[in-house]
Every structure is written in C-alpha cells, then in structure tokens.
C-alpha cells in the first residue's frame, strides 16, 4: 500500500508541474487596433492671408503607447482660396496596420449670409443628400453622390468666392472622391461627381 501511495503521489506533482508549465507557455499578448488623434480637430476653416501651423496628431500604437506624429503630407496654401488635405500616415510596430487621418482645411474669406445646410432630395434615386455648414465657408456634404450605395460617404465643400464652391479630391471609403459645378439655389442644388464608381452627369437635388 506504501508503494501505491508513493506512485500516486508521484503523478499528482507531476500532473501540478506539467499543468503549470502548459499554461506559462501558452501566454498570449493582446494587441489593440492603432489609431490616431488629431489635434484641433479634422476641420478647420481660416481665412485668405492667415499663418498656419499644424497642430500635429498623436498615435496610439498596438501596445496603448501614445506619441505625437507630424503631417506626412501638408498641402495648406494660405494665399489662396481653396480646400486643402493635411495628412498623418503612420506604421505599426509589427508592421500589421497601416494607419491614416486626414486634417481639412478651408482657406476662404468668404462671408455669405447664406446658410446651405439642409435635407437635399436626388428625385432620380430618391435619395437624400445631407449638407452642413462645419465652418465659415465650409460644408460637410453626406452621400454627394445621392444614391443608396454612397450614404456613408462624406466629402467637404468650400466657398471659395461668393456662391462659388469647389470640392477636390479627398479620401473616402470609395476612393477619391470630387465634386464640380456646385450650384446652390434657394429651392435646391446640383453638381457632377468624380470618382471611378459614378456616371459623370450633373446630379440634381430638390431642398427639402
């Protein structure tokens, strides 16, 4: 019975040791999604002659570190009317993720009383188009294509002369996205969009 004991006794360290070493091993590390944080805000609109500087941006890795980052790409002209991007790009550590944001700025000295935002219909989809004034002479313009595959997309609009808008291209989750011949009325709107999955006719809106 005294050698059953010892046996038995014998297994149960070695099941304790082998468990515990099973479980040390098999440690895994828990990365999160990188993002990044740009400082200021993504929309600004300044007037025609102003001094710009970037504010920058803070990354925040796979490990939760954050650390400040400087524009990878900076196209700001104050002399000029216009919309311009100001771009962080940045890579992981592990090399995994890519990350990405984009600064817009509106340089317009534009003051128009009138105010654009609203509920704009495309009656060829009946589908809206949502228009917001985000800044002096700057609208955010949601699904500018007016149709039901583009709701998520947002593009931004400058008045860069009185009742003259353009709209370059900016990212989107569809690709380069641009508007041209924007036209507002009173009673509604209209304008081409550019980008590779839409036609190039005008599309016109109804204000709703």
């Known amino acids: 019975m005294k050698n059953i004991k010892v046996i038995i006794t014998a297994l149960c360290i ?9 479980t040390t091993d098999n440690v895994s590390k828990v990365f ?15 007037p025609v002659g102003t001094s710009y500087t970037d504010a920058g941006a803070e990354y925040t890795g796979e490990e939760g570190t954050t650390t400040p980052i400087q524009a990878a790409s900076n196209t700001v002209n104050t002399t ?14 592990s090399g995994a993720y890519e990350t990405v944001a984009t600064r817009y700025v509106a340089v317009t000295s534009v003051n128009d009383p ?11 989809t009946n589908e809206n188009a949502f228009v917001t004034k985000v800044g002096n002479g700057m609208y955010s313009v949601q699904n500018p294509g007016g149709a039901a595959v583009g709701r998520g ?6 008045e860069t002369a009185l009742h003259v808008f353009e709209a370059p291209p900016q990212p989107t989750v569809d690709g380069p996205f641009a508007a041209e011949d924007i036209s507002f009325t009173a009673t509604g709107a209209s304008w081409r969009v550019d980008n590779e999955h839409y036609g190039t006719a005008l599309r016109f809106f109804v204000k709703q």
């Open 14 to 22: 070695s099941m304790l040791f082998s468990c515990e070493k099973e």
């Open 32 to 46: 999160s999604v990188p993002y990044i944080n740009i400082k200021n805000g993504d929309v600004i609109s300044i």
């Open 80 to 93: 000029k009317p216009g919309l311009y991007l100001v771009t962080y790009s940045q890579t992981s550590t």
């Open 114 to 124: 009138v105010d654009y935002s609203g509920t704009y219909l495309r009656q060829a």
């Open 153 to 158: 997309i947002v593009i931004y609009y400058v």
